[in-house]
């Protein structure tokens, strides 16, 4: 007896001794907001638990989230790879995870950690069993087993871009007061946005000082790292869905208790403000470095914390992908001064109609304002076509990103690095988002968008890279190549040959005339999509109707897959009173159909009612369908 409790003792001291060296962790995140706070020197705000989280631990003052919607950020910080490299770039796409991985939690569990999530997850990757320990609106660190450590997210939706808008309102700040960035008008209905989005920065800070509370009053804090972030920048137009900075940079703040001091960043310190850049590809193997795992060769990012920390980098980079119902393809990148963007799709305006978005009031009096003449140029650049093929901003002289550089001589080496920036990490993570989306899905059947993106015989990078480069750079020396292209076994070299025709309007399609029209008949839908729209828009009156009619069928959604109806309603939406012959057979268009994943489901439905003038699908919020699905139960 004596024996058997000598080792009860010594299992519960080194149980204990064991528990620890092992810190808890904990997430306080926010939805749609940049940041906007008063540790950030923003005079307006009023964020007080944030402020004093910073001042006794350390904030980084150039932080992007990847993506500037929040299924393709999360998707990034699960996995702890770029959104692109996974096929998962898209907004609420779903696709397998690679080969050979596994989402961030599972690690922490299987190191003895209590994994809880509170609550959203909107991963667009499929999430296997066992990530989490709790993933709901109940889930706490209360929870676990006593001496057990913890990781806890909890995640403040007061923020989200829908409560921008919500009326009635209980105002906090004056909108007399707000700065209007130089690319909004300065209108009643913008400052109201803004003064109302900084409203509900201000509730996101209080839900986090009352987590902070909670921590402090159950004895835990000097055993708990604590991280406070938000997903993207703001839920204002050009700022969400948009990856330039106002679109990717977000607040990030960290306390490290004393006992936990050896685990820091090597700059941190009480107040400091970090200059280190910090991505949320990063933030996967940051946590397993804090608790002394060293990270997996496959994760992308690099750890700022813990013990296996690396060095500074010199780039962060972001992404957009589908928007929503609207498709689209921009990559960018920071070195914390200049903000670099290539748009390989230069003729959607920033502003496509995302259904979505235009429930914000700033977002219609915005447009209405361009559509009637009286904007300022600043103010124009979100609505004008075709963007710039490359954009860069300087932070310092022009924080609000409105005077692109790009071809300004006295750039041309900055311009050069950023752009090879870009391409290196495109190549390197092997960017699985030049293709079509459902090309993606097409090629990976029986494996996954990432691994297929690895085998350069099914996915051949660099070549989709040049041809997706000369397409959008909109030169006329290109022509060639392009024409050149349509003759490529490559459906991806094919398909970029038929955007840049299309990109470069009525002189393109006439000199490309032959080869467009054997494109509207290729073995690839998406080829025909883009074709196809470019002899229904820039071409005559005789390539029109065939064209027009070619669009139809292969909107049809009960004839072709759930991407190529998309691709040829986007096509469909651009042509504008060019459409009108088919007018009738776009009301006689299913709205429902087959996918790979539900949350595809409502995005025809809202094309086609944009197109017929019929009622909009409902929206879900920004609210994955699961979530959605649980609301409706309870009522």
């Not at 209590?114 to 709790?134: M, R």
């Not at 209007?180 to 989005?197: G, M, S």
């Not at 750039?411 to 090309?439: C, P, S, V, W």
């Not at 986007?570 to 994943?597: C, H, T, V």
């Amino acid at each position: 007896m004596k024996l058997l409790s000598l080792f009860l003792s010594a299992f519960v001291i080194l149980h204990s001794s064991f528990a620890a060296e092992r810190p808890n962790i904990l997430w306080l995140t926010s939805e749609d907001h940049g940041p906007h706070m008063g540790c950030y020197g923003d005079t307006y705000a009023d964020t007080p638990n944030v402020d004093a989280l910073a001042a006794k631990g350390m904030l980084f003052k150039h932080v992007w989230s990847c993506a500037p919607v929040c299924a393709a950020a999360r998707t990034t910080i699960i996995a702890g790879m770029y959104s692109p490299s996974t096929g998962g770039e898209h907004m609420r796409s779903m696709v397998a995870m690679p080969k050979g991985t596994k989402m961030y939690p599972q690690f922490l569990r299987e190191a003895g950690y209590y994994c809880t999530n509170n609550n959203k997850e909107d991963y667009n990757l499929q999430k296997p069993e066992g990530v989490w320990d709790e993933s709901n609106g109940k889930a706490h660190w209360t929870n676990r087993k006593d001496g057990q450590p913890f990781f806890a997210i909890f995640n403040e939706q007061c923020s989200h871009e829908s409560q921008l808008r919500k009326r009635p309102h209980v105002a906090i700040h004056d909108p007399a007061k707000v700065r209007v960035p130089a690319y909004h008008p300065d209108t009643p209905e913008v400052r109201q946005d803004w003064a109302q989005y900084y409203d509900q920065v201000t509730l996101a800070d209080a839900s986090a000082g009352r987590r902070l509370k909670e921590l402090e009053a159950a004895g835990l804090a000097a055993d708990t790292i604590v991280f406070y972030y938000a997903d993207h920048g703001s839920g204002m137009p050009r700022n969400k869905r948009w990856p330039c900075n106002s679109g990717l940079q977000v607040p990030m703040v960290v306390y490290f208790p004393p006992n936990w001091k050896h685990l820091a960043p090597k700059e941190y310190g009480a107040g400091v403000k970090s200059d280190r850049l910090v991505s949320f590809v990063d933030l996967a193997p940051t946590l397993l470095s804090l608790i002394g795992v060293q990270p997996p060769e496959w994760m992308q990012g690099h750890a700022f914390a813990g013990k296996f920390q690396t060095e500074p980098q010199p780039f962060v980079y972001g992404f957009r992908g589908r928007m929503d119902e609207r498709y689209d393809c921009v990559r960018s990148v920071t070195d914390g001064r200049f903000v670099y963007l290539r748009n390989y799709m230069p003729h959607l305006s920033q502003g496509q109609h995302v259904n979505y978005q235009f429930e914000t009031p700033s977002t219609r009096v915005w447009r209405q304002l361009y559509d009637a003449g009286k904007l300022s140029p600043e103010q124009s650049i979100f609505w004008k076509t075709p963007k710039a093929p490359e954009e860069l901003y300087d932070l310092q002289s022009d924080p609000d990103e409105v005077h692109n550089l790009a071809a300004q001589p006295e750039h041309a080496a900055t311009l050069a690095k950023m752009r090879t920036a870009q391409e290196n990490l495109a190549l390197k993570i092997r960017d699985a988002g030049m293709i079509a989306e459902g090309e993606v899905h097409h090629r990976a059947e029986g494996t996954t968008p990432y691994d297929m993106a690895h085998d350069d015989s099914m996915y051949p990078l660099a070549r989709i890279l040049k041809a997706a480069g000369a397409a959008s750079s909109l030169k006329p020396d290109s022509m060639a190549d392009l024409k050149a292209g349509f003759a490529d076994k490559d459906s991806a070299i094919r398909y970029w040959s038929a955007m840049g025709i299309l990109m470069r309007g009525g002189d393109g399609v006439e000199a490309a005339r032959q080869e467009l029209t054997a494109a509207a008949r290729d073995t690839s839908t998406y080829v025909q999509v883009v074709a196809n729209w470019a002899l229904a828009k820039h071409g005559n009156d005789y390539d029109r109707p065939a064209a027009l009619t070619k669009l139809v069928n292969l909107a049809n959604w009960s004839q072709h897959d759930v991407f190529t109806s998309l691709s040829a309603l986007n096509a469909i939406s651009d042509l504008g009173d060019k459409a009108k012959p088919i007018a009738a057979q776009l009301k006689e268009l299913p709205a429902k159909g087959e996918s790979p994943d539900a949350r595809f489901n409502g995005y025809v439905a809202r094309l086609l009612a944009d197109l017929t003038g019929s009622k909009p699908a409902p929206d879900d919020g920004g609210e994955p369908p699961a979530k959605k699905a649980k609301k409706n139960k309870k009522k």
